[in-house]
C-alpha cells in the first residue's frame, strides 16, 4: 500500500477525532461487527447500557463511512499477519475481528505519533499474543477415524495447523520487501514456514514476523510489544536460529512440470493406485494431517497408512485442484460433501509431504 493512501487516510481518521463527540455505550459499539467480518451499523439498542460501559467516540454518517474505509484498507494484511503468528484460519478470522473492534474503541487513543499502520499492527500482535496465552485454543479436538491406523512415525505438535487459500493471499496489497526482509513474501506463508513459527515461543515468532517479514523497525517494535530495542534484538537472534532448525525451504512457482505432477498424483490417489502415489514421493516424504496428531515419514510408514485407509470403500471421491500457502493443493469431497483440503509440498519432480487438513470446511 503506497505510503499516501496511508497518509491520507490518517489524515481523515484525525479530523474524525476532532469533531464534537457524543457518548455511546458498548452495546452500539459492537453493533458495528457482521457476522462475516465487516463493519456494519445495526439497529441500535433500546435498552441504554449502563453508565461504566460508555465511552466517548464520534458517531457521525462520516464518521462511520471513515472507520469503515480504514478497516477495509488494513483488513486483508492484518488477516495475513495474524494467521502467520497463529497458524490457524479460524483464529486469524477472530483476532482481525477483535483487533478492529479495539481500534474502533481506542480511536480516542490514536493522537498521530505513530503511523496507522505501525498503530493497527500493535493491536493486532497483542491480540495474538494474547490468543497464544489461552492454553485451550491451541489443541483442537482429534479426530477419530474410521479404520485403526498403524503407528506413526511421530505425533505433530501443530495440530491447529491450516491452510491460507491463494485467494485471500490475491487480496493482499503488494509491498516492496524493505532492505531488511529476510525472507519473500511468497517463503513467508509457505506451509513449513507458517509450522515453524508455531513452534516457536509467541513473542520470538511475533518479532520474526515484524521485523524480518514486515520490516518494522526495532524501535516499532519495541513500541508494539512494551520492551526495548536491546530486547527485540535478542529475541529476534533466538527466533532466527531457532526457526532455522524447524524450517525447510518448500514449494515452487506454478509450472506445466508442476501442473503435470499433480494432475499425475489427483489421477493415481482417486484411482486408489498406492504404487503409482507412491512412485510420486520422495524417499524422505512426510504425511500429515491436521488435527489428527499423526505423521508417518518415509515410503514404507506412508504405504502403511494409505493402504489402511485406501482399503475403506468410499463412493463419489473427488479431488479438485486449488491452491493454498502458495502450494499446489486439492479441496477433497465425499460424494459432494466436503473432506478436507489436500496441500502439496513439492521438491524437484517429485512430492516431498502431503499436509491433509481434515474437516468439513469448504475451501
Known amino acids: 500500500m503506497a505510503d499516501d493512501v496511508v497518509g491520507d487516510v490518517g489524515h481523515r481518521l484525525l479530523e474524525v477525532l476532532a469533531r464534537p463527540r457524543v457518548v455511546v455505550g458498548e452495546r452500539d459499539i459492537q453493533g458495528w461487527t457482521g457476522h462475516d467480518g465487516s463493519f456494519r451499523r445495526s439497529s441500535p439498542s433500546q435498552t441504554p447500557a449502563p453508565p461504566r460501559k460508555e465511552r466517548s ?25 495474524c494467521y502467520r503468528i497463529l497458524g490457524s484460519l479460524t483464529d486469524a478470522e477472530d483476532a482481525v475481528q477483535e483487533t478492529l473492534l479495539a481500534a474502533w ?37 482429534e479426530p477419530v477415524p474410521p479404520f485403526d491406523p498403524p503407528e506413526p512415525s511421530r505425533r505433530g505438535e501443530v495440530t491447529w495447523l491450516q491452510p491460507y487459500p491463494d485467494e485471500f493471499l490475491e487480496r493482499v496489497a503488494d509491498r516492496e520487501p524493505g532492505p531488511e526482509a529476510r525472507y519473500t513474501a511468497r517463503e513467508a506463508v509457505e506451509l513449513a514456514f ?27 517494535v519495541a513500541g508494539m510489544l512494551g520492551t526495548t530495542e536491546t530486547a527485540v534484538k535478542g529475541i529476534l537472534q533466538r527466533a532466527r536460529a531457532s526457526l532455522d532448525k524447524h524450517r525447510e525451504r518448500a514449494g515452487h512457482r506454478p509450472s506445466p512440470q508442476e501442473r503435470e505432477l499433480t494432475r499425475r498424483f489427483a489421477d493415481a490417489f482417486t484411482a486408489g493406485d498406492l504404487d503409482g502415489v507412491l512412485g510420486l514421493l520422495t524417499d524422505d516424504a512426510w504425511l500429515a494431517m491436521p488435527p489428527a496428531p499423526h505423521e508417518y515419514h518415509g515410503l514404507e510408514a506412508i504405504a502403511g497408512f494409505l493402504r489402511v485407509t485406501m482399503a475403506v470403500p468410499v463412493e463419489g471421491f473427488t479431488m479438485t485442484p486449488a491452491r493454498a500457502n502458495n502450494q499446489p493443493a486439492f479441496a477433497c469431497r465425499h460424494g459432494g460433501t466436503p473432506a478436507g483440503l489436500m496441500v502439496l509440498t513439492l521438491d524437484g519432480d517429485r512430492v516431498r509431504a502431503i499436509t491433509r487438513f481434515l474437516g468439513p470446511r469448504e475451501w
Open 194 to 220: 507458517i509450522t515453524g513459527l508455531q513452534l516457536l515461543p509467541p513473542r520470538q515468532a511475533a518479532v520474526l514476523v515484524l521485523r524480518d517479514v514486515l520490516c518494522f523497525p526495532a524501535g516499532e
Open 105 to 141: 474503541r481506542g480511536l480516542d487513543g490514536f493522537e498521530g505519533r505513530s503511523s496507522l499502520r505501525t498503530w493497527l499492527y500493535r493491536i493486532a500482535t497483542n491480540r495474538c499474543l494474547n490468543a497464544l496465552r489461552d492454553a485451550g485454543r491451541r489443541r483442537p479436538p
Open 57 to 81: 467516540v464520534s458517531t457521525t454518517a462520516t464518521d462511520e463511512q471513515s472507520f469503515r474505509e480504514l478497516a477495509e484498507t488494513y483488513r486483508h494484511e492484518l488477516h495475513l499477519h
